[in-house]
């Protein structure tokens, strides 16, 4: 077996980051594992590469994996192969623990798709150097993948109330009409129901209680809203107080019921804001999408209808012919 080589050096737990150990040599397991404990690491420790392989595969697995070489079951290397074709979302930083000190061999490692290396036997100081180059490495990919997930979030949602903006609820209606065309060319057949709908009267709350309170009662009525329409339905903001229900799939009857449902259900609500609790009505067009549809007939259409149910006092809903 390979000796490890130890120094007094202490060191203090700094975090509880979770290392995947995979060595099949009981010693050297044990050894690892309470060193990386006394780092403060939390420690998944298993005996061949079979077992490091299953455990990778999981959503929760550990972003940082020491792994031995020479394994039964699965050697390091095919394991490292294996999570490197795999199709894993955030894939794992890799250090590859060798007795082999041929400068071929660790190239060998490394093109393979070892992130890093650590010939044994190993000084603790030099473990502890690279596991935090790792760490770090973690800690940088982790803060890029929210960065990256922030601004999707912030170029496909409105700012104020969180759901689709104009852009993004756009492209997901041209979606909507590709599909009902693929449907259709497929003699499936299938439809697409459009509300299109702003608040009655939305200037005379800015007016009377302020733009502040004015956010509030769209924050609000987003909220309300997103609990009454479908799964499966589409909520955006198109700007300002006007706003856009996609609803795949529905029947004559059916899209009726859901729109006026809507409108009714949201004369009877009270919005709560800092000035108080305010009553609201909308006015609601809606347009049907079919095979032959298009993104601005559908919005002409449902827009047109909207106007009809202002014209006719509002809190209803107006139907394009």
């Known amino acids: 077996m390979n000796s490890v080589v130890l120094n007094s050096s202490p060191r203090t737990p700094e ?21 990386l404990k006394k780092w403060g690491y939390d420690i998944i420790a298993v005996k061949d590469g079979q077992a490091a392989w299953d455990l990778l595969q999981q959503t929760d697995s550990p972003k940082l994996v020491i792994l031995d070489w020479m394994m039964p079951e699965m050697d390091g290397l095919e394991v490292i192969q294996r999570v490197r074709k795999s199709t894993l979302t955030h894939p794992p930083y890799i250090i590859l623990l060798t007795s082999k000190d041929e400068k071929s061999d660790i190239l060998m490692g490394l093109e393979t798709g ?38 999707e979030q912030l170029a496909g949602h409105d700012s104020l109330t969180g759901i689709f903006n104009r852009r993004a609820i756009l492209e997901q209606l041209a979606k909507e009409l590709s599909r009902i065309q693929r449907k259709n060319i497929r003699g499936q057949g299938d439809g697409l129901s459009v509300g299109f709908f702003d608040i009655d009267h939305f200037k005379q709350i800015n007016d009377q209680y302020g733009h502040q309170a004015g956010d509030e009662v769209l924050c609000a009525l987003v909220d309300f809203l997103s609990k009454q329409i479908r799964i499966y339905d589409t909520f955006g903001r198109l700007g300002g107080d006007e706003f856009l229900i996609l609803a795949p799939g529905m029947d004559t009857a059916n899209y009726k019921n859901l729109f006026e449902r809507l409108v009714s259900s949201i004369s009877t ?45 509002g809190n209803r809903v107006g139907y394009a012919e």
Do not use: C, H, W
Not at 127 to 142: D, K, P, Y
Not at 294 to 302: E, I, P, R, W, Y
């Open 269 to 313: 609500a009270r919005i709560k804001t800092n000035s108080g609790e305010l009553a609201l009505t909308v006015s609601m067009g809606v347009a049907i999408g079919g095979a032959e549809s298009s993104v601005d007939q559908l919005l002409n259409d449902a827009d047109a209808a909207m106007y009809q149910a202002k014209r006719q006092g």
């Open 15 to 35: 975090n509880n980051m979770r290392v995947l150990v995979a060595e099949d040599d009981l010693t050297a397991r044990a050894i690892l594992t309470g060193i």
């Open 114 to 151: 070892a992130n890093d290396y650590i010939k044994k036997p190993f000084d603790t100081e030099e473990l502890f150097a690279r596991v935090r180059v790792g760490q770090r490495t973690i800690e940088l990919q982790s803060s890029l993948y929210e960065t990256q997930y922030n601004l």
